[in-house]
């Protein structure tokens, strides 16, 4: 019965209403505006700009949870490092 | 006993706040306290017609803090229970005829009188609620197994704690045990995941509410349905007796089962 509970609420609208309530609750509790966020994310591009090159049109950056904490989680991918810029300024 | 002004509040209307106000009351005055519900609504008053006692409303609190009548004119007695006032709110007024310096003189009057006031809070998080919350000492913050629901109350309780309220518990109200069991209801385990507040009752959803509304006789004055039982039980935490939570349902190994162990060990 519990095994089989569970394999029928994995995708219950109790499962969807809950993720949902906890990342609308981030948001609620950090009070970070979406352009804040957006202002965040272009001026973190510019630093990690300068040490690697960065696909930043697929950038993904959002507030989430973490064991009652907030995370600011950011999956940035990179297309190479920049090396010459650091041995530039080691010189 | 020192006595306890306990604001009612949710957040979000509709979520059984006067209910709620109207039960807590007549059951704290059936155990022997002397209670006043306060309607703290101004403009939207309803706890006198919950309460069965909407024709004998004469004067209310906005006439006492402006000086109109005197506070024993403006409170209306429950003849059905001893030692159960009504103070209703003010209907033809609008929340800023009165602010919450003027509320706290109120309270503070009322505390000469009464072990318990209890505050029915409007909806919202303006100046009624402001009002409604300065003269408390502590909170009940009433939700449903909602999401809009929930995020209001995790923003009430927010409000609560920066005006130093304490202790704040929570109450879920209209929970529906076959809608948990089919995985289309947050479970009372859920709520309190997410909610950063003491549980202190759970009322399962209940057609003799509406009933008892219908006349005007609040259910805590008849022990015979389950959410009447549970508005007794949670006037029975609120005084400090440790009451086990409701079998509703016989829970038959259903998540609603789990919910309640971990809500005990929640309340403790």
Same mark, same amino acid.
């Given at each position: 019965?519990?095994?089989?509970?569970?394999?029928?609420?994995?995708?219950?609208?109790?499962?969807?209403?809950? $993720?949902?309530?906890?990342?609308?609750?981030?948001?609620?509790?950090?009070?970070?505006?979406?352009?804040?966020?957006?202002?965040?994310?272009?001026?973190?591009?510019?630093?990690?700009?300068?040490?690697?090159?960065?696909?930043?049109?697929?950038?993904?950056?959002?507030?989430?949870?973490?064991?009652?904490?907030?995370?600011?989680?950011?999956?940035?991918?990179?297309?190479?490092? $920049?090396?010459?810029?650091?041995?530039?300024?080691?010189? | 006993?020192?006595?306890? !002004? &306990? +604001?009612?509040?949710?957040?979000?209307?509709?979520?059984?706040?006067?209910?709620?106000?109207?039960?807590?009351?007549?059951?704290?005055? @059936?155990?022997?306290?002397? %209670?006043?519900?306060?309607?703290?609504?101004?403009?939207?008053?309803?706890?006198?017609?919950?309460?069965?006692?909407?024709?004998?409303?004469?004067?209310?609190?906005?006439? +006492?803090?402006?000086?109109?009548? @005197?506070?024993?004119?403006?409170?209306?007695?429950?003849?059905?229970?001893?030692? /159960?006032?009504? /103070?209703?709110?003010?209907?033809?007024?609008?929340?800023?005829?009165?602010?919450?310096?003027?509320?706290?003189?109120?309270?503070?009057?009322?505390?000469?009188? =009464?072990? =318990?006031? &209890?505050?029915?809070?409007?909806?919202?998080?303006?100046?009624?609620?402001?009002?409604?919350?300065?003269?408390?000492?502590?909170?009940?913050?009433?939700?449903?197994?909602?999401?809009?629901?929930?995020?209001?109350? #995790?923003? &009430?309780?927010?409000? /609560?704690?920066?005006?130093?309220?304490?202790?704040?518990?929570?109450?879920?109200?209209?929970?529906?045990?076959?809608?948990?069991?089919?995985?289309?209801?947050?479970?009372?385990?859920?709520?309190?995941?997410?909610?950063?507040?003491?549980?202190?009752? !759970?009322?399962?959803?209940?057609?003799?509410?509406? @009933?008892?509304?219908?006349?005007?006789?609040?259910?805590? =004055?008849?022990? #015979?349905?389950?959410?009447?039982?549970?508005?007794?039980? &949670?006037?029975?935490?609120?005084?400090? %007796?440790?009451?086990? =939570? /409701?079998?509703?349902?016989?829970?038959? *190994?259903?998540?609603?089962?789990? *919910?309640?162990?971990?809500?005990?060990?929640?309340?403790?």
């Amino acid at each position: 019965m519990g095994i089989l509970k569970k394999l029928f609420s994995r995708n219950s609208s109790r499962e969807k209403a809950k $993720k949902r309530l906890q990342l609308v609750l981030v948001h609620d509790r950090a009070d970070i505006s979406p352009a804040l966020l957006e202002e965040l994310r272009i001026e973190l591009i510019g630093v990690i700009n300068k040490y690697m090159e960065i696909d930043s049109d697929n950038i993904e950056m959002d507030l989430d949870r973490d064991d009652g904490s907030v995370a600011l989680v950011a999956n940035i991918p990179v297309l190479s490092i $920049k090396r010459n810029q650091k041995n530039k300024k080691e010189k | 006993m020192e006595s306890r !002004v &306990i +604001v009612v509040t949710s957040g979000k209307g509709g979520v059984g706040k006067t209910t709620t106000s109207a039960n807590l009351s007549v059951s704290l005055a @059936r155990a022997g306290y002397k %209670v006043v519900a306060v309607d703290a609504d101004i403009g939207l008053r309803n706890l006198d017609l919950v309460m069965g006692l909407e024709n004998r409303v004469v004067y209310n609190f906005v006439d +006492v803090i402006e000086g109109s009548c @005197r506070l024993n004119q403006a409170l209306v007695r429950d003849k059905r229970v001893e030692n /159960l006032f009504l /103070l209703p709110a003010a209907q033809t007024r609008t929340k800023d005829a009165v602010n919450p310096s003027q509320m706290v003189a109120l309270t503070e009057d009322l505390k000469k009188e =009464f072990d =318990f006031v &209890i505050m029915d809070c409007p909806a919202g998080i303006e100046g009624g609620f402001q009002n409604a919350a300065a003269g408390a000492d502590e909170g009940l913050i009433v939700t449903t197994p909602e999401i809009s629901a929930v995020r209001d109350a #995790d923003r &009430i309780i927010g409000m /609560l704690e920066s005006l130093q309220k304490s202790p704040n518990r929570l109450i879920i109200n209209r929970v529906r045990p076959k809608m948990i069991k089919g995985g289309d209801m947050l479970e009372v385990e859920d709520v309190l995941d997410v909610l950063a507040v003491k549980l202190i009752g !759970v009322v399962p959803e209940d057609p003799s509410v509406i @009933r008892s509304t219908n006349s005007g006789e609040p259910l805590a =004055f008849a022990n #015979d349905s389950p959410a009447s039982k549970a508005f007794e039980n &949670i006037a029975s935490r609120l005084t400090g %007796v440790d009451v086990p =939570f /409701l079998d509703l349902e016989n829970m038959n *190994g259903s998540g609603f089962f789990t *919910g309640f162990k971990k809500l005990f060990r929640f309340s403790r």
